[in-house]
Nanobody, 127 residues
């Protein structure tokens, strides 16, 4: 069974940095994309970034481009989201999911029949 577990969320001051981790298990295929989403209270879920485990191609939402970096350590089955220059508007629950689909610059969660996502980790940025 596919399983993703996030960690690394914390309370940080504006301008600070955090690194989120997503440990992945139970996927039968090697070539798929893993994505990070975030959702703030009262807001819609937003796709933040994704990385292809096949060729390492990455994508970022405009709101985080230049500040966030996604990477993958295949040996550890872990995907990271390095977040720098954090802003109060980055406050949200961050979740990882796989496999994700990127269409016209919009990141989509997987069909629950074929993929999974984690419970999320809270990131709070104080001003």
């Amino acid at each position: 069974e596919a399983r993703l577990v996030e960690s690394g969320g914390d309370l940080v001051q504006a301008g600070g940095s955090l690194r989120l981790s997503c440990v992945i298990s139970g996927f039968r295929f090697n070539d798929y994309a893993i994505g990070w989403f975030r959702q703030a209270p009262g807001e819609e879920r937003e796709g933040v970034s994704c990385i292809s485990r096949g060729d390492g191609t990455t994508w970022y939402a405009d709101s985080v481009k230049g500040r966030f970096t996604i990477s993958s350590d295949d040996a550890k089955n872990t995907v990271y989201l390095q977040m720098t220059n954090l802003k109060p508007e980055d406050t949200a629950v961050y979740s990882c999911a796989a496999p994700v689909t990127l269409v016209h610059n919009t990141l989509f969660l997987p069909d629950p029949r074929f993929g999974s996502w984690g419970q999320g980790t809270q990131v709070t940025v104080s001003s």
